[in-house]
């Protein structure tokens, strides 16, 4: 067994045994913004173009613009960040500008210490934004349990807005997860379907668009099925267009075409090719648009319902 799989087993079995009290959060600390959830229409995950957090590189005001405008044009009309710090700080204000909607990320929840930049600057931000997204995939490994819940009720009674996590589809398997946050808000992606836990470890990987779509939504709904009436939102969900065999631009764009026409709650994953990921051959593309922001074939068909759909 991987050591940081060992460690996070413990983790949980401990928990388990401990019988750890859960914070239950709030269902619905503010009913109109999460009504607004409900309503939004086609939303993205967004990393910047020109931006390399491995380098200390961070995108200029007038990269970000023009990143945000191709969003808009191209029909998305809400972004989920990942990250408060730098001149990530200024994505909510400059997409609030442009009419777009804004879960905003925060990657590093120790708000005394390395991540009080991200705190202070997502507390400043809050005008802009109509929910936020602390931590991301590092439960057990980058934060525990109690500092995540922490995190999650002192900046919602800090800013009055809905507040929530976003981790792997295997914690959804735990009920202190099911019970933090004011929304759901999983990661869910066919072709780490079998991965285990958060450790990018791939056994087997789903890349036919139809059979991707078909275990997307059977994870989907599981989720809701244990949501509790929790309002569930996929905060990740794509295919890559590179990096493996069986990948390309026409099954990506046929998966989206499938989820378009799914019902279901989702984020397009991901903006842009972010060519920094190096931990894995797929890791820089997951774009609608690659890195010098060139539309790959799904850009062309944010939000439709079409017919027809080629299924492989």
């Known amino acids: ?53 491995n380098t200390g590189t961070y995108a200029s005001i007038s990269s970000i613009e023009a990143d945000l405008d191709i969003l808009v044009a191209a029909g998305i009309t809400g972004i989920r960040t990942y990250g408060a710090n730098n001149g990530l700080r200024e994505i909510p204000r400059l997409a609030k500008d442009r009419g777009l909607s804004v879960i905003m990320g925060i990657w590093d929840i120790d708000r005394d210490g390395t991540g009080s930049e991200e705190w202070t600057n997502a507390v400043n931000a809050a005008s802009h934004v109509d929910g936020y997204a602390a931590g991301n ?59 285990a836990a958060a450790i990018r470890v791939v056994r087997a990987s789903i890349t036919n ?18 949501a509790n009436g929790k309002l569930v939102i996929l905060g990740e969900c794509g295919l890559p267009t590179e990096g493996a065999s069986g990948l390309s631009e026409e099954g990506q764009r046929d998966y989206y075409a499938l989820m378009n026409t799914s019902g279901m709650h989702f ?33 062309g068909i944010i939000g439709d319902i079409p017919t027809g759909i080629l299924l492989r």
């Open 137 to 195: 995939e590092g439960l057990y490994i980058r934060y525990t349990f109690y500092e995540l819940t922490d995190y999650i009720n002192a900046l919602r009674a800090e800013t009055g807005k809905p507040v929530t996590t976003s981790e792997v589809l295997p914690r959804y398997s735990e009920q202190w997860v099911l019970d933090t946050g004011d929304w759901l808000f999983p990661n869910i992606h066919p072709f780490w379907s079998d991965t």
């Open 1 to 53: 067994m991987d050591r940081r799989m060992f460690i996070e087993t413990l983790a949980a079995m401990g928990a388990a045994a401990l019988n750890i009290p859960v914070v239950h959060a709030q269902k619905n600390p503010l009913a109109a913004t999460e009504q607004q959830f409900l309503t939004f229409g086609n939303w993205s995950a967004m990393n910047p173009t020109n931006y390399n957090p």
């Open 209 to 226: 668009p139809s059979q991707a779509y078909t275990w997307t939504r059977a994870r989907h709904d599981e989720i809701v099925a244990r």
């Open 267 to 299: 984020h397009y994953f991901e903006a842009f090719d972010q060519l920094w990921k190096n931990w894995h051959p797929v890791e820089p593309h997951w774009g609608l648009w690659d890195a010098s922001r060139n539309p790959k074939l799904a850009a």
